[in-house]
């Protein structure tokens, strides 16, 4: 699981301990009314790296998407004749707070805060028809996951993202993705999007971009940045400890290509668990993109799947009742991905045929 995604160097990795260690040594905090090197050079690490122009960081995820909103809101009111609306994608997760809840397309996350925050519709996943068609005079932006990791790990269709794209320029509104899961080189590139042959307006990340620590950015292009001084803040965003630890993880992570690695690790995974598949007809699919992988059953059994894979030393998660999710860190080696196969067969031995 590497700490849901965001181990993306495994645990305790020594360009992220190290940076840790003589940045606590010089400075730990400060008023983000001056700015420091550490963020600095991670803000010009992830622009060099990238076909953005500006950078603000964050703690966490779901505070990167509530910025990504704002943006696209800010936009709309001044260049689309006061568009307020979003549309998303049925499944969708991005976050836990309000405006992150009211995003997200899953139910069983935002049903026990109703109401919700207004402004958001949603629409079936890779259904470009049914995007064209809540389109209106409202919408800013249309907020897609490019892998729908929460949601079951459904990747999105290569026509589809660029079909979303052509449409958002056609109607002049604005593509945010989210790639706090996905992005830093999870799913094969060192961001999802790149594999699409597009570029988002705005951009969302987290999770592995700190190599374990708490830390989000959000991405932008010059044109749509239009928020003023004042009009977004955060106390312990882009602080010098996290932008150290996150920049020793990005160019550890660059300088030894972890996101063709990934690639390669991921098809690795997915032949192996899909030849152990082969002996048992529960398996219905297995699907993902990168080291981004889910093992689809015919039945509600990902809940025992778990238990039985922990009993043997793995922890994958029950990201759907009939599906088990697996994201390794980018540094895994394919003994241990050998090892993961030979578990997660010798669980499914034990849940579906009843023996050890």
Not at 215 to 229: H, I, M, N, R
Not at 241 to 250: D, E, I, K, N
């Amino acid at each position: 699981m590497s700490g849901w995604a965001a181990l993306s160097l495994g645990h305790s990795h020594p360009a992220v301990i190290d940076a840790l260690k003589k940045q606590a040594d010089e400075l730990m905090h400060v008023t983000n009314d001056a700015y420091t090197v550490p963020q600095v050079m991670l803000g010009e690490l992830l622009i060099e790296h990238s076909p953005f122009d500006r950078v603000y960081f964050m703690n966490s995820g779901s505070e990167a998407v509530e910025l990504a909103m704002k943006i696209a809101r800010k936009y709309g009111q001044q260049r689309l004749g006061g568009a307020f609306g979003f549309i998303s994608a049925e499944r969708g997760f991005h976050g836990r707070t309000m405006g992150a809840l009211a995003a997200g397309g899953t139910p069983r996350y935002s049903a026990p805060f109703e109401p919700l925050p207004p402004g958001f519709d949603h629409v079936p996943f890779n259904d470009i028809a049914a995007l064209k068609a809540k389109t209106t005079a409202e919408t800013c932006a249309v907020l897609l996951e490019p892998t729908q990791g929460e949601g079951g790990v459904f990747v999105a269709d290569d026509s589809y993202v660029r079909e979303v794209r052509a449409w958002c320029d056609e109607k002049g509104i604005l593509l945010v993705l989210d790639e706090v899961q996905t992005g830093m080189g999870r799913t094969g590139s060192l961001f999802a999007f790149e594999q699409y042959g597009i570029v988002p307006d705005i951009v969302a990340i987290g999770k592995g971009l700190g190599g374990g620590v708490p830390v989000s950015a959000v991405l932008f292009k010059e044109d749509v940045g239009l928020l003023e001084a004042g009009e977004h803040g955060t106390t312990f965003g882009g602080n010098p400890l996290l932008t150290a630890a996150a920049y020793g993880a990005m160019t550890w992570l660059l300088a030894n290509d972890l996101p063709a690695v990934a690639a390669e690790s991921g098809a690795y995974l997915m032949d192996g668990l899909r030849r152990m598949a082969q002996a048992f007809p529960n398996v219905t699919e297995i699907r993902g993109r990168g080291l981004l992988v889910a093992i689809a059953f015919d039945k509600d059994i990902a809940g025992d799947m778990v238990q039985a894979c922990v009993d043997r030393g793995l922890l994958t998660n029950p990201v759907k009742p009939n599906a088990l999710r697996l994201t390794p860190p980018l540094t895994v080696s394919k003994e241990e991905i050998d090892q993961a196969v030979w578990i997660v067969g010798q669980a499914l031995a034990e849940v579906v045929v009843g023996k050890r």
